[in-house]
């Protein structure tokens, strides 16, 4: 029998919503961490100066159940992660057994209720998805997570958790797609054998954790490891000539969607080279073929153009003309951040004073005709 999409129209779909929480203003990861800077607390401020948000928009994120994450997680990964946070230590058994108090993943306060709180936005992203809507949730996108262990800055793998909900509500098939400039292993581990999900992560070759090498469709695992510096122009092909093609010979009955910020120029965890603008065209792209969607965050460890990226992609998502200048209040907001891993004299004026880059529409390069050569097939 000939599988068929949903056949709900744009027009149909309820608007998009925006799901957040204050809590993420907390301080959390410690110092000295990547993640230790702004990030949704400015998306959410920005939104709500250029007028993008309100009380309709806006839903507060809830908090994932222990039997939500045992969906993924070991349970005795769970309890390991809620003593540590009550304790607020690590020994050197939580280090050897979950990789709990790493450099890379440290315990810090609130660290159970701010993971879980990200699930629980991803997981509430995709019953809104299930009702035919695009769903944003920007804290959510925590793609190396196993199910017995912390990964890359990620404690729980809530993409993973967004996709069981959506086949637990009726999905048949689901086509994740990872856009983020680190490959997507905690979420292409889970499925790799279910031949009902179909994973797509396209991220920067020779970058951490030296995942994703290998194209598997018939596994429905597909990957494509792009050369640094990789830009707009790039991402256009790889959509037109990979993305779609293999999301329309699937014929999903919902789409996640994680969209890290690192794969951007000026992020100083990556060496891809790509504009806001592009990496929007990206995602509605993915929505627009999709009958609903959870569009998640990710990496992004740049304050300045993690902010504009994600609070742009809001404003996309949902129609909004962009400004070609940042209102001041929008633009104070922006000078007042500050992040240990960039010189002040690195940030361009257009960090503070525009929401779209200008577009890196250098050419297509060998390197890359020949990865997309090799993978365009459904």
Not at 289 to 301: C, Q, R
């Amino acid at each position: 029998m000939t599988h068929q999409a949903n056949t709900t129209t744009v027009l149909d779909a309820p608007p998009p919503v925006f799901i957040a929480s204050d809590l993420y203003r907390d301080a959390a990861y410690g110092s000295n961490h990547p993640l230790a800077i702004p990030r949704i607390g400015t998306v959410v401020d920005l939104c709500r100066q250029l007028g993008w948000l309100d009380t309709q928009t806006a839903m507060e994120s809830p908090r994932a159940t222990e039997n939500e994450l045992a969906q993924f997680h070991e349970p005795a990964y769970i309890d390991a992660v809620h003593r540590a946070d009550k304790s607020g230590i690590s020994d050197r058994a939580l280090r050897e057994a979950f990789s709990l108090g790493t450099l890379e993943n440290p315990v810090f306060a609130g660290m159970y209720k701010r993971t879980t709180t990200a699930c629980g936005g991803s997981i509430l992203a995709a019953r809104q998805a299930l009702e035919g809507t695009v769903a944003f949730s920007p804290a959510g996108g925590m793609h190396h997570a196993q199910p017995g262990r912390a990964s890359g800055f990620c404690y729980f793998n809530d993409p993973v958790l967004a996709i069981l909900t959506l086949k637990a509500g009726g999905a048949e098939r689901v086509f994740y797609a990872d856009l983020d400039a680190h490959h997507g292993d905690g979420v292409e581990n889970a499925f790799a054998d279910d031949l009902t999900v179909l994973t797509l992560s396209i991220h920067e070759e020779s970058r951490w954790p030296y995942t994703g090498t290998d194209d598997l469709p018939e596994r429905r695992v597909r990957n494509l490891p792009v050369p640094k510096g990789f830009n707009d122009n790039e991402l256009d092909c790889v959509m037109e000539a990979v993305v779609i093609p293999a999301m329309r010979h699937f014929v999903p009955d919902a789409a996640v969607i994680t969209c890290g910020a690192d794969g951007l120029a000026g992020d100083p965890l990556s060496g891809m080279a790509l504009s806001n603008v592009a990496l929007w065209r990206a995602v509605l792209q993915i929505t627009e073929e999709a009958p609903g969607t959870a569009v998640l965050g990710g990496g992004g460890y740049n304050p300045w153009t993690l902010a504009r990226c994600w609070s742009g992609l809001w404003g996309i998502l949902n129609g909004y003309p962009v400004p070609t200048a940042l209102p001041a209040p929008s633009e104070a907001l922006l000078r007042e951040l500050d992040c240990e891993l960039i010189d002040e004299e690195d940030a361009p004026e257009s960090w503070f004073t525009q929401l779209a880059d200008t577009p890196n529409d250098t050419p297509l390069r060998p390197e890359l005709l020949k990865i997309v050569e090799a993978r365009a097939r459904c």
